[in-house]
């Protein structure tokens, strides 16, 4: 019987893609090429069991990572490494290409970001953001062999992001902060968490179609820890009265600018999220 971490690791890339509704190779190829363990820090590891909860594993064996589950990388701060089978769908539907530039919001210890490195090859670029300088600094040391990545221990918040194909977001924000918006490349995709400031909220594709123009998909349901820098009380309140009476269904795209109209599903500062085609 093949009990190696790379037999665990290989069925768990082959597992958590494709229950997220994916059999790309790529992706598939993508996590079975990065070691969770090496991303993680040492064992035993606190595995994330809910309401600020955590259960250690039962011993330093890796191939125990190798599970769909929130391993904890700052437990006093409810910081994880995020659920794998969440990511597989959200990286699906940002569907980052050979080539591709790559921006990575809250990288964390960079497990993700390694996963972008894989699939946008050594023709592409990602940059990671990392606001945590101890976790930026974590990240820098685990990525250091990955030549088409550089970690910045700054918000992706404040100033202008470099124009990239796929801006990648692990942490919820209220509202897309307009830097964000105008550094996506025509067909470029934001995939982010937009949570209001308590309850569950939801992963928002947009994509960008023209200088004007942004088509939107809610992808599901999901709880981040907030993104500092891009949350405001009064979208909040807009975002979770959306959530309450709307169906996800409904989100077709994202408008800047003009004043909303009938079609409205959520309002924010300058921008709003319409139920009609972009």
């Given at each position: 019987?093949?009990?190696?971490?790379?037999?665990?690791?290989?069925?768990?890339?082959?597992?958590?893609?494709?229950?997220?509704?994916?059999?790309?190779?790529?992706?598939?190829?993508?996590?079975?090429?990065?070691?969770?363990?090496?991303?993680?820090g040492?064992?035993?590891?606190?595995v994330?069991i809910?309401?600020?909860?955590y259960?250690?594993?039962?011993?330093?064996?890796p191939?125990?990572?190798?599970?769909?589950?929130?391993?904890?990388?700052?437990?006093?701060?409810?910081?994880?490494?995020?659920?794998?089978?969440?990511?597989?769908?959200?990286?699906a539907a940002?569907?980052?290409?050979?080539?591709?530039?790559?921006?990575?919001?809250?990288?964390?210890?960079?497990?993700?970001?390694?996963?972008?490195?894989?699939?946008?090859?050594?023709?592409?670029?990602?940059?990671?953001?990392?606001?945590e300088?101890?976790l930026?600094?974590?990240a820098?040391?685990n990525?250091?062999?990955?030549?088409?990545?550089?970690?910045?221990?700054?918000?992706?918040?404040?100033g202008?992001?470099?124009?990239?194909?796929?801006?990648?977001?692990?942490?919820?924000?209220?509202?897309?902060?307009?830097?964000?918006?105008?550094?996506?490349?025509?067909?470029?995709?934001?995939?982010?968490?937009?949570?209001?400031?308590e309850?569950?909220?939801?992963?928002?594709?947009?994509?960008?179609?023209?200088?004007?123009?942004?088509?939107?998909?809610?992808?599901?349901?999901?709880?981040?820890?907030?993104?500092?820098?891009?949350?405001?009380?009064?979208?909040?309140?807009?975002?979770?009265?959306?959530?309450?009476?709307?169906?996800?269904?409904?989100?077709?795209?994202?408008?800047?600018?003009?004043?909303?109209?009938?079609?409205?599903?959520?309002?924010?500062?300058?921008?709003?999220?319409?139920?009609?085609?972009?």
């Amino acid at each position: 019987m093949n009990d190696t971490v790379e037999a665990h690791r290989a069925f768990y890339a082959q597992f958590i893609v494709r229950s997220a509704g994916s059999a790309d190779p790529r992706l598939i190829d993508a996590f079975n090429a990065v070691p969770r363990e090496g991303f993680v820090g040492p064992g035993p590891w606190p595995v994330f069991i809910g309401g600020g909860q955590y259960l250690p594993t039962i011993s330093d064996d890796p191939r125990l990572l190798y599970q769909d589950i929130l391993i904890g990388l700052a437990t006093e701060r409810g910081i994880n490494n995020g659920q794998p089978s969440l990511h597989a769908r959200c990286l699906a539907a940002a569907a980052p290409a050979a080539g591709d530039s790559v921006v990575h919001v809250g990288a964390g210890t960079g497990y993700y970001t390694a996963v972008l490195a894989q699939l946008v090859g050594s023709a592409g670029r990602v940059q990671a953001y990392e606001i945590e300088p101890d976790l930026a600094q974590r990240a820098a040391q685990n990525l250091r062999g990955h030549a088409n990545v550089s970690v910045r221990a700054a918000s992706a918040t404040e100033g202008a992001l470099p124009p990239a194909d796929v801006i990648y977001v692990c942490a919820g924000a209220t509202h897309p902060p307009a830097a964000w918006l105008d550094a996506l490349k025509p067909g470029g995709r934001l995939v982010l968490p937009l949570t209001p400031n308590e309850g569950f909220g939801v992963m928002l594709q947009i994509t960008r179609l023209d200088a004007r123009r942004f088509a939107a998909t809610a992808l599901m349901r999901v709880s981040f820890i907030p993104c500092i820098g891009a949350r405001d009380d009064a979208t909040s309140a807009s975002l979770a009265a959306a959530l309450e009476r709307q169906s996800l269904k409904a989100v077709r795209s994202l408008r800047r600018g003009d004043p909303p109209d009938s079609s409205a599903w959520c309002v924010g500062q300058g921008w709003w999220i319409s139920s009609e085609a972009p």
